[in-house]
């Protein structure tokens, strides 16, 4: 692999050379320099070298076509806190990777400009070199890690520098992360949370003064994802390191952040400190990334803030105190929430019927009642699986198309004894069912989804898929019912192109129609400008789409998916939420497993949550997002409206912008999200029968 | 179709977990708590002295050493098992061999004696690689100078057998569920053969992909974490690495003993009277 070479040399000198030029050139040609920071750091900027200064960057990648970085000029002073936001392609990465030297040390592309990190420039310099300086957490964390144990892993740059004291800032480094625990287990016994400690802790060991982090929160449950935010604040705060993350959820970056860089096009469009950018809503749009809830919100229900003239809001707290101010003396419309309350284009066609009807199945039963309305009609039978396992299908209750009887699975750790994952759990899936399975990671939540496949089998109890006991047919005969989609969807890429992948299925099967059906397919998914390529080199988005294309075209009765909307961006994202609307015409029961709150929100009709292999809660979105001992246990986080929504004493919880908009009874401003926060308008058919 | 009783899927699981605890030397035994040195230096008579020798007595002398060795060392079921297997098939073999060619049974003796040898290099090699974690063969390696990338690639290696076996089950479950369903076992099952070694072949390319693209961000991450940095596999990095490596009095005394076992595995055994 390339180190150092010409690639560097090549490099045009007079950039190295008029770099060490007093900055404030840099600092004018910057649109809007970190203004909202500490006043005194602009003031000593002269004195102390900023952590990072880019200027007049330009890069493309070796046999690339286009620019990756287009002139990109950028200072973070020494202790930010910084956000880069930018959609998929737009160089946030490549730009993280020159700040420790990787670009273009390892990627000698073609490079124009220059980039000084502690005021150095960063050609003369190793990427080992620059280690020291900068730390650097990849996206892809677990690939990270090399050696076999916690330990080992941590204090292997240190070694490998030839630091003496290497023990000690190993140690050092796994207490600041809380890791002591763990520091002597294998790398692949930890979960993913930890092993992205652990990735951080390493890059720690070499006591950085600046970090740099890819995606924290891709993989992690919520309450994880602010785990690793608040060891990063603690180490900014306390430690006084630079922190850089590059993130897509505007919440957290609302958060956590104090400035924000947005990339677009492989340039920066502004660096600002947070609450203005966050108010530049258009902007982040246009590159992808929606405003978070609580900035919407204020936006639509507070005219100050609309106007501009008041900084919005950029945490829950801000927001109620806000959206305090602004209804005071209004009156709820609909202090009892009758269906009326939720704006058009919801619950004229049982989407809320259906959310109030599964909210009868809390195992503990007392607490569900809150937060439901009395209107809403219930599906009969749909609260006792007891009862309705009896009956067919027909008026009355859905038919189960999946049920687990007292099934549990354990397995054998490499220690010896074995680990329960599932503990005798009781469960039906029927149709028309929209299905969330969450809970913290570890919870079983993947495990329950592989014994409704068939690919593994319950050592207590049983799993009957389709009225068919999985120990008696195998997993590949249960596939034409049950289509299961992995949380990697470069693992469901077989083929060499993506119509091969899809009519893989029908054509094994050798299903008469499978042409034509393999083409509406495609179609539908958006996929046939597509369909040629090899579904393995398209983009995380493009991949889940066509997962999703191949699931359909195996026409399953039950689907499952595992969270299919992990390290997406938001556009994706929501393209992928809008894909599983559309799916529910031909699937009768989705069943999705994820961490991620908003598309349990916007897309489940009941949500089951599971932890250390119990259900601790088998309830509705709303109802769930209402009950804060079972939020905590099993390690959730509402989507921010509904904490808006809790924190004013709403009489319901609010699901999305648009419920809360129209629970406070304020007519929204002209420019109020609603638009693109409304929910699908497909409800699950059982409920007309 | 009869009812799954659940063991095909938990033998895989089973190898794999046998193959990490071999791998990681989770089990103990006496070869593990020495000198990671020793070990290899245990491992390099062990597997250099049958080699040396026709004599059918030494070498069952010796083959019944590295089978007391190799139990001690707690090779685990796996391995031995396989190990046995291996022997049992030369053994039938052999059978097939004197009834078809009905040979002077005397030639037999010129087939055990390699296979004594080679049975005694098998069970020392199991007995010395299950008794060491990938860190201390590196650690070994790196002591006996060979050169970093090798000890690395072995950390390396050891690092991403999980990675792969899980990669590889993914993908082959991937065509066991979505390929063409079997259509019975065909003739003398050749069908059922044919279709694996299908499913075998097609997962090749996917399974390398995949962990090639998982790979990428561990170079960029070595680079950064100053694997190539100069200095790291010769100067101050590998003293440090090396400094937690004691070569004890008892792992003089294992290697003594090895030596003397030796010596009177070839001293006693021509008074065996086995050719």
Redesign the interface.
């Known amino acids: 692999?390339p180190?150092a070479d010409d690639g560097t040399n090549r490099a045009d000198p007079a950039a190295v050379r008029t770099a060490p030029a007093p900055h404030d050139g840099a600092a004018t040609s910057e649109p809007a320099p970190p203004a909202g920071l500490a006043r005194e750091e602009t003031a000593s900027q002269d004195a102390a070298p900023c952590a990072i200064e880019v200027r007049g960057l330009t890069f493309r990648y070796p046999g690339a076509e286009a620019d990756t970085l287009r002139g990109v000029d950028l200072r973070i002073e020494a202790g930010d806190f910084v956000a880069v936001v930018g959609g998929n392609g737009s160089g946030k990465t490549t730009l993280c990777?020159t700040f420790?030297g990787?670009v273009p040390?390892?990627w000698n592309g073609d490079l124009a400009g220059s980039v000084r990190v502690n005021g150095r420039g960063t050609r003369k310099r190793?990427?080992?070199?620059?280690?020291r300086e900068v730390g650097?957490v990849?996206q892809?964390f677990?690939?990270?890690?090399?050696?076999?144990?916690v330990r080992?892993d941590v204090a292997?740059?240190p070694?490998?520098?030839?630091?003496?004291d290497?023990r000690e800032r190993a140690d050092d480094a796994l207490a600041a992360l809380g890791l002591e625990p763990y520091a002597d287990q294998?790398?692949?016994s930890l979960s993913g949370g930890q092993q992205h400690l652990t990735a951080l802790a390493?890059?720690l060991a070499l006591a950085p003064g600046i970090l740099v982090v890819d995606e924290p929160a891709a993989e992690v449950d919520p309450v994880r994802a602010a785990t690793i935010y608040d060891h990063l604040t603690r180490l900014n705060r306390e430690r006084g390191v630079t922190v850089v993350v590059i993130e897509h959820h505007a919440e957290l970056v609302a958060t956590y952040a104090r400035s924000v860089v947005l990339m677009d096009r492989g340039t920066v469009r502004w660096h600002l400190p947070t609450a203005e950018a966050l108010a530049r809503t258009a902007d982040l749009e246009a590159a992808d990334i929606p405003a978070p809830q609580v900035v919407a919100a204020a936006r639509a229900l507070v005219p100050e803030v609309a106007a501009g003239s008041t900084p919005v809001p950029l945490t829950v707290a801000e927001c109620t105190e806000m959206l305090r101010e602004a209804v005071r003396g209004l009156p709820p419309r609909h202090p009892f929430g009758e269906p009326a309350q939720i704006p058009a284009g919801q619950g004229t066609d049982g989407a809320v019927p259906a959310r109030r009807a599964s909210a009868g199945r809390d195992p503990d039963g007392a607490a569900a009642a809150a937060g439901r309305g009395p209107a809403g009609p219930t599906v009969p039978g749909a609260g006792d699986p007891a009862s309705s396992s009896a009956h067919p299908a027909g008026p009355g209750p859905a038919a189960p198309i999946a049920a687990l009887r007292g099934a549990g699975f354990s397995?054998?750790?490499?220690?010896g004894p074995r680990h329960r994952v599932l503990d005798r759990l009781d469960l039906e899936f029927r149709d028309g069912e929209r299905v969330a399975l969450v809970g913290s990671n570890g919870a079983g939540k993947s495990t329950l989804l592989r014994l409704l496949?068939g690919?593994?089998?319950p050592?207590q109890g049983v799993v009957v898929v389709d009225g068919r006991?999985t120990?008696?047919?195998?997993?590949?005969?249960l596939?034409g019912t049950v289509c299961?989609v992995?949380q990697r969807p470069?693992?469901?890429?077989?083929q060499d192109s993506v119509r091969a992948d899809v009519a893989?299925?029908p054509?094994?099967?050798?299903l008469p129609d499978t042409d034509e059906l393999v083409e509406r397919v495609l179609e539908r998914m958006d996929l046939t400008a597509l369909a040629d390529r090899d579904g393995?080199l398209l983009s995380g988005g493009q991949q889940r789409r066509t997962t999703l294309a191949?699931a359909l075209a195996?026409r399953p009765q039950l689907l499952l998916l595992d969270e299919p909307t992990s390290s997406l961006d938001l556009r994706s994202r929501d393209d992928v939420i809008g894909l599983l609307n559309d799916l529910s015409e031909h699937i009768r029961c989705t069943v999705v497993a994820t961490h991620d709150m908003h598309l349990v929100a916007e897309w489940a009709r009941r949500v089951v949550v599971l932890d250390e292999g119990q259900v601790i809660a088998d309830t509705d979105p709303a109802s769930l997002f209402a009950r804060p001992e079972i939020l905590e246990r099993a390690r959730l986080l509402p989507p921010q409206i509904a904490q808006v929504g809790a924190a004013l004493g709403l009489p319901h919880t609010a699901l999305q912008v648009s419920d809360l908009i129209g629970m406070l009874g304020i007519p929204a401003l002209a420019d109020s999200p609603d638009a693109s926060d409304a929910p699908d308008a497909v409800g699950p058919k059982e409920e007309h029968a | 179709?009869s009812?799954?009783?659940?063991l095909d899927?938990s033998a895989v699981?089973?190898a794999t977990?046998e193959l990490?605890?071999v791998a990681?030397a989770?089990r103990g035994g006496f070869l593990a708590v020495r000198d990671p040195r020793a070990v290899v230096w245990w491992y390099v008579i062990g597997a250099v002295v049958p080699w040396f020798t026709y004599d059918a007595g030494v070498l069952a002398l010796l083959f019944g050493a590295a089978l007391w060795a190799a139990l001690a060392a707690r090779i685990g079921p796996l391995l031995l098992g396989l190990f046995v297997l291996g022997i049992l098939g030369d053994l039938v073999y052999l059978l097939v061999l004197l009834l078809v060619l009905r040979e002077d049974p005397a030639a037999i003796g010129a087939l055990v004696v390699p296979m004594l040898k080679l049975g005694t290099v098998s069970l020392v090699s199991m007995a010395a690689f299950a008794s060491l974690?990938?860190?201390k063969i590196s650690d070994a390696l790196l002591a006996m100078r060979a050169p970093e990338i090798i000890g690395f690639a072995v950390?390396?290696g050891?690092?991403m057998i999980?990675?792969l076996v899980d990669?590889f089950r993914?993908?082959v479950?991937?065509?066991?569920?979505?390929?063409?369903?079997?259509r019975g076992p065909g003739f003398l099952g050749l069908r059922a053969l044919v279709r694996v070694a299908r499913i075998l072949v097609?997962?090749f390319y996917?399974l390398i992909?995949?962990t090639a693209?998982?790979?990428?961000?561990?170079?960029?991450?070595?680079?950064?974490?100053?694997?190539?940095?100069t200095?790291?596999a010769s100067?101050?990095?590998r003293?440090?690495?090396l400094a937690h490596l004691r070569f004890t009095p008892s792992d003089g005394v294992l290697l003594a003993g090895t030596l003397v076992v030796v010596t009177f595995a070839y001293w006693a055994g021509p008074m065996l009277g086995l050719r």
């Open positions: 692999m180190t990777k420790n990787l040390h390892f190793s990427v080992a070199e620059l280690a650097y990849f892809d677990g690939n990270q890690l090399v050696r076999a144990t080992d292997y740059a070694l490998n520098l030839g630091l003496a290497w294998h790398i692949w390493g890059a397995y054998r750790t490499v220690a496949t690919l593994a089998l050592d006991d120990r008696g047919v195998t997993a590949a005969e596939a299961h992995g470069e693992q469901m890429l077989l893989m299925f054509r094994g099967r050798d393995r191949i195996m | 179709m009812a799954r009783t659940g899927r699981e089973w977990l990490m605890r990681y989770t974690d990938p860190e950390s390396y050891y690092r999980p990675v990669e993914v993908i479950d991937g065509h066991l569920l979505r390929g063409a369903p079997p097609r997962s996917p992909l995949n693209k998982r790979t990428r961000t561990t170079v960029e991450a070595l680079e950064t974490r100053g694997f190539t940095a200095g790291a100067g101050a990095g003293a440090l690495r």
